[in-house]
């Protein structure tokens, strides 16, 4: 493991030469520092904390569903007239978190914007992660979720009944479940390479198994790596338009219904924009701690960090720009019901939310103009935590203010959460770590593979 | 085993080369038949000719807006492949300056009160002025007179002073791009592309919050009742596709005629394909999000300006003529590498979508010409000759223009930094 | 110098060609190159990351992969396109077992091609990732868990940082010595023989019994399932929600619920209460048939006061059904031709009566009773496109509404109460009383000779034979669905 002298700082702007996105290893080097993190024998302790409190987490979560189930949907503060209270919120949250991945592993690939290749890994995990997380809130939501099956167009006999093609929460069902599938191929397939390299070094007989299964047996050959990036080309160029159909069909079912604002045309780029948004903010907070317990700071570098920072600010100002329009037009269309709308969501009982929102979204982000700010690792931590305070704020904003204040002012009412709701937001984030703590643990968090195909190739030579 | 191209540009001629001189007088005389011809075509009236101008101004505007976008995305993202076909989105750009003058027409009718071309710019226009079907829904509309609710932003002297705002900032951000790419095709030095980079980011603001807001007032306003926050996305999803296409067109011309030889590679063309192909995907999102959503909810102040565009026999077919070409021929016209790596093909792709551009545009102006129902001019044969010779003249102009503003510089950059990178770029 | 890393060469096992490495991607590209010119086809190389430029120096050509996904694609659209317009349009036409379920909504057509883009988009994009993905492996002939480059321990390295050249026994131009010393020549650092172990090939004895049992224990679940679904059961059913199973309350006629201390919570242990002294059942107060049904009290027919309020209910429910067969025995002297006691005749009645009617009854049937009411009118025009079906609202200056032999009072009160043909019950929504005052006020509006229309026209083509019963009960319409 060669490491020349590593200088873990290529932030600085060179317009004559490209910033190295690995620093000072060579390709040994990578699979050595990535492999360490597997082969080590004691996981740190940092990490069975994070999987103690997660784990515990996930307890309530359970215990929170199964109390469901039992009881059924009014455990939850949904009531007239906000029938979708923190649920299709904490669903739209997760959703949104669900499309950094992608957006990484797929539109950045397509871009050919190299330096996604030390995050990609770990910010698909997280998206599939998320996704379960999301699917949870409607899954549960049906009520009986044994008959889940309803929802899809299934023959059955004793039924006589079909799915309604024309409502937009039945084209979330295809989309999210889309996704979901979609996004395991890609991220499993990215990571049969690395599973191989994990299957060669494994010296455990159930490890050799196991791997030995996972990788299927791949050799690196040259026809099979053609084919594999054409097959991961089509998926990337299938994931980008799948990303953004699906949080588009989130933004449909509020925009397509009358609801004042709800119904805006602008929904689904903001809605994909917030997505992004709030995805990197995750990845972020994931992977700065990540880098730090396991020493990846040579593959994921402060400029890694400082790109998503970019896109953060970028994406950010997009969903600010989103703000400003649909409050302009509110005026503009002259409509009383818009314009009240939107009044009412800035100074009206739920002003608190949106100035919540507001600052975590659109004012504090603006920080990352400053590059100290953007490249400090524990500082953006913190900024990426308000984002994603900011954009549960931006769905609670959405759903909740304007369901509580629709076209009869007697169905007016405050929307008032119970322990479950709470409880089960917070045990979703169980759920969520626990799964990213067992995948750090016997998965590879970067992709080896791609990050050796963006080396320049001179590293060989240093033995 | 490697071929590293060095990162110098080995073109003989790289700049137009005293062509301009013969083009710009040419270009000047077909602009002058063409506006003279879609003038005679329309019997002299004015409201009729300025609407196809405004159709063919859109046209070449968002052409440079898009080109302007170009350029600053570019240097956000600190692009290196794009290097060498740069400097045509650069001068491109810097032609939203002189188009101010092209908009005069229109904006002269604004100023001296009338409402030629916008319906709004008269003393009490109300929503039965505007309605152009179903009328009798939207008389029971419990609106107030429109004048009322939007008189504050649609009034001639905020409509003009926005108007120079956003010219004067398009202008002034293409010309401190291109100021900077010019001096440093002298001195090289890198600094100069550290300085576009930084400017890039609140540039970046600065073109989203003016997009957003000229799209309202030259395009939407021309049915002040009806709104959509999709709008500015719309116009800006159709305007960087054309300029991508026009960028294409421009490199492919400049290699033909030899001004430019090996600094624009195949690999130049397929990404620039790619991008192409995208944004005719992005733009078939955007239009038909925007659609869906209308059509589903179906609300009365909204749902009227498509009920024109999808119910109306004449345009419903322009509207399926936009559906299939604008979306569906290009993007398998621009599917799969050995199609995007064909010189032919991807002229054949980018007029076409060009020629389609046009139609877009044509589509969102038109139907606002007559609101009361007869549009038998706007989708008759003479009609559609009128938009054309507009266009044609609308380019020729603008052809010289671009003549104009490049003059005898180079046409690509010559000491750009990222430079390298874009000689041996290759799409893998 | 091929160094052996198996010990066996015997007969047990085959050579399957020479393995080549190099340490440095741009070599073994080099190597690539040079034994494509030596004209060797069986060739192939392996490195842990896919190395630019190999495709045409290995002379690999571009795979089908696009095709097959785009052909499953094409595939997709039309399968996405025809569940939906199958599941929401076809009411059994074309299986009867499985018969689709159209039904309306937000007005939309059944089809509404819009509305069904998002999910025609997903299936596309799922069955071509499908293709995409299977279509990989199968191209490439994964999963093949057994491979006897595995056995080489310096092949480890290929998923690592090595690189390597793989020249196959297979090819024509294959020769152990020379190769190897072209190999050489070519800068490979180290050379291996690629053995496969024929040996190998024979499964282990066990491994038939367990793949057979475990093929078995995979079909329990379906059985299980399908079982079940075939069958009843006595046992108990699983019971989710309980407190919807087993609410907390007491059912009629039954023990009431013991009390925490042991009492019983009423004394008289029953769950029911019996009504409050002097309590009247709901309906109950409607014995005067002249107030409340405009019927003679001294009538005694077959149509006793529960079957009377069957149909009525009846009615409601079902529509026009048993209006149909109901006018053709109607006696028509059941009905009062007064008004009831208690029922004063005065201006504030005529008054109250104007204005229920105006609310009530002017929809359909005009501020003046003509017939004209907005909804009548936009429902005739709608029906005159075909877009409804629509009976008009009846006139109240009709000659025979207007004849009190033929509407007496009593009907007039029993059409507003029960509806008419496609008019409806208006039962419910408006009180006896003021039933009582629309009719005053009908009757007061008929004697402004307000003329019906049509009869400007033809005053005297009415036949007794037009005005059958039919006719005359079409009051006000109702759209049919």
Redesign the interface.
Known sequence: MATVNPSLDNTHDDAAERSPLVLGLDYAGVTDTVCKIWEDEKMPKIWWMTLGVALSLLAILGACVGHLIMKGVGVWGNNNPAYWGWPIVNFVFWVGIGHAGTLISAILFLFRQNWRTSINRAAEAMTIFAVMCAGLFPGVHIGRVWAFYWLFPVPTEHLAMWPNFRSPLLWDVFAVSTYATVSVLFWYMGMVPDIATFRDRCKSRIGKFIYGLLSLGWTGSARGWHRYEIAYTILAALATPLVLSVHTIVSFDFAVSQVPGWHTTIFPPYFVAGAIFSGFAMVVTLLVPVRKIYGLEQLITLRHLENMNKIIMATGMMVGTAYGIEFFIAWYSGVPWEGFAFYNRAFGNYWWAYWIMVTCNVVIPQVFWIKWCRTTPWFMVIICIFVNIGMWFERFVITITSLCRDFNPSSWAYFHPTWIDLLMLIGSFGLFFTMFSLFCRFLPVIAIAEVKGVMPREHADHH | ??NTRPAKITSPITSLNEGYVRTIPLALIVGAIGIGVSLVLCGFQSKPFLYNYLVAFCFVLSISLGCLFFVTIMHL??A??SATVRRVAELYAMCTFPLFLLFLPILLTVISGTDTVYSWNVEGYTIHADAETKADILANAP??P?EQ??GA?LNKWFFTGRIVAYFLIWGGMAFFFLKNSLAQDVSGD?KL??RN?AFS?PF??LF??TI?FAS?DIEMSLSP?W???????YFFAGAFLSALCTIMLTCLWLQRTGRVTDEITIEHYHDLG?LMQ?FV?FWG??A????????????P?ETFWYDLRINQPGWKGLSLILLVGHLFIPFFLLM?RGLRRNRILLTISAVFILCMHWVDHYWLVMPHLNPHGDHTFQLSGTGFLTGISCLVGMIAIYIALFCLVTRNRPLVPLQD??LG?ALNHEV? | MAEENQTNTNEDSKLVGLLAQFDDPDSLVAACNNAREAGYTKTDAYSPFPVHGIDPALGIKRSILPFIVLSIALGAVCIGLGMQWYTNTDSGTISPAFPGYPFKISGKPYFSLPANIPVTFEVIVLSSAFAAFFGMWILNKLPMLSNPLHRISRFKRATNDKFFLMIEEADEKFDRSSTEAQLNQWGAVAIDECRQDLTDNVLPSWFRLVALMGALMLLIPPVVIFRSMGMTNRAPRLHFMPDMDWQEKSKTQTVAPTMVDGENLFLDMRAMRAPVEGSVAWDHLNADTEMHQGIKRDYKAVTSVSTKTGSALTSLTTGQEDDAAAPAEEDLSKYVTAFPVGIEVNAELLARGQNRFNIYCSVCHGYSGNGDGLVNQRAVALAGTGKATWTAAKSLHDPIVKDPAQNPLGRLFDTISNGRSMMGPYKSQISVEDRWAIVAYVKALQETGIKPPGSEVSPAAKTPADEAPEADDSAIPKPTP
């Open positions: 085993m490697h993202t600190r290196g492949w609106l107030p429109l609710l939007k932003f890198k592309t550290a980079q980011a970046m603001i989203a919050a957003v309202f009742l709104f959509s926050t999709m709008f500015p996305v790619k995208g995907i999102y955007i038909f999000s925007q659609f869906l959503l209308i059509w589903y909810a179906n609300i102040e799969g930094p990222r990178e893998h």
